[in-house]
């Protein structure tokens, strides 16, 4: 399995997920993983979202933990796992789309022979749903069809260049539905990536809140990461450092002009004793802390 073909794989998922996480990009990741986790170390995604940070790593030899108490990672985890039953099990309601229009193009398509509750056909019918959270589309089926159907073609290709990489998967991607705060690991990984989402500023509430009601599900608690002030970020810093080995690194990927965000991130790591210096990979400005060895500790 050549660089080539899972840079290939990484660029195809981009176009199915339906919000990657903005300038994560699979080089930057690899050069990150090659300094922070040589020796295919262990790595925690506590905010793991549309997963692709995951998958990058473990298709890559990384043993990978995601966690996101948010019921739609799973959607995500679960395609990576190409789970056919847990798809075909997944209910979906058209009624709960606000705009009539955009309600009877997704119901035109569900009753065509182009849907089935597979992970390609549902990814793209999804896709389609959290655009409507976004825009309204025309009053035409045919225009959201389209779209149905150039998504479904995208997440085949996805799925047919994921197949080699099934074994390895298997063995390298573990997912925990739980919040971060009550994150129950210990001394375990070699590199923490701490993105919450309320730190993007694509955080993509409209178009979820779409996908959620489509899905039948509640919205997310503060907990999952929205909730990104100082008090809220303590116990997620707090238990993602906790999860790191002696020596071990997290890394903050904040864009360099959200200024106030790291202002606030470096104000809750400061009350729980911990320094965050600036770094930079591939022309990339981050910040970065490593828990001490047990020798400095010491």
């Known amino acids: 399995m050549t660089q080539d073909?899972?840079?290939?794989?990484?660029?195809?998922?981009?176009?199915?997920?339906?919000?990657?996480?903005?300038?994560?990009?699979?080089?930057?990741?690899?050069?990150?993983?090659?300094?922070?986790?040589?020796?295919?170390?262990?790595?925690?995604?506590?905010?793991?979202?549309?997963?692709?940070?995951?998958?990058?790593?473990a298709i890559h030899g990384h043993e990978i933990i995601a966690v996101d108490s948010d019921p739609l990672a799973r959607i995500f985890i679960e395609a990576i796992r190409a789970n056919y039953r847990y798809f075909k099990a997944l209910a979906v309601y058209p009624a709960a789309i606000p705009d009539h229009?955009?309600?009877?193009?997704?119901?035109?398509?569900?009753?065509?022979?182009?849907?089935?509750?597979?992970?390609?056909?549902?990814?793209a019918l999804l896709h389609c749903v959290s655009h409507i959270g976004h825009c309204a589309f025309p009053a035409d089926t045919g225009n959201l069809a389209d779209r149905y159907a150039a998504i479904r073609a995208d997440a085949e290709e996805f799925f047919f260049q994921l197949e080699p990489y099934q074994l390895v998967i298997s063995k390298n991607l573990g997912y925990q539905s739980v919040a971060v705060g009550a994150l129950a690991i210990r001394n375990q990984v070699d590199l923490c990536l701490f993105d919450p989402p309320g730190f993007r500023a694509e955080a993509p509430d409209r178009a979820w809140q779409t996908v959620r009601a489509f899905l039948g599900l509640a919205q997310p608690s503060a907990d999952h990461g929205e909730g990104t002030g100082e008090e809220a970020l303590l116990p997620l810093l707090a238990a993602c450092h906790d999860a790191l080995k002696a020596g071990g690194h997290m890394l903050f990927p904040l864009p360099a002009d959200h200024h106030a965000q790291q202002e606030t991130l470096l104000a809750a790591l400061r009350r729980l004793g911990l320094d965050a210096r600036g770094e930079e990979l591939q022309g990339r400005p981050f910040l970065a802390l490593q828990k001490p060895d047990q020798a400095n500790a010491a």
């Open 101 to 123: 229009d955009a309600r009877q193009a997704i119901v035109h398509i569900q009753q065509s022979g182009q849907f089935d509750h597979h992970p390609a056909s549902v990814l």
């Open 5 to 57: 073909a899972k840079a290939g794989l990484m660029q195809c998922y981009r176009q199915i997920a339906w919000c990657p996480a903005a300038g994560l990009d699979a080089d930057w990741l690899n050069a990150v993983f090659r300094q922070y986790a040589a020796g295919n170390g262990r790595i925690l995604d506590p905010f793991c979202g549309s997963t692709g940070l995951p998958l990058c790593a």
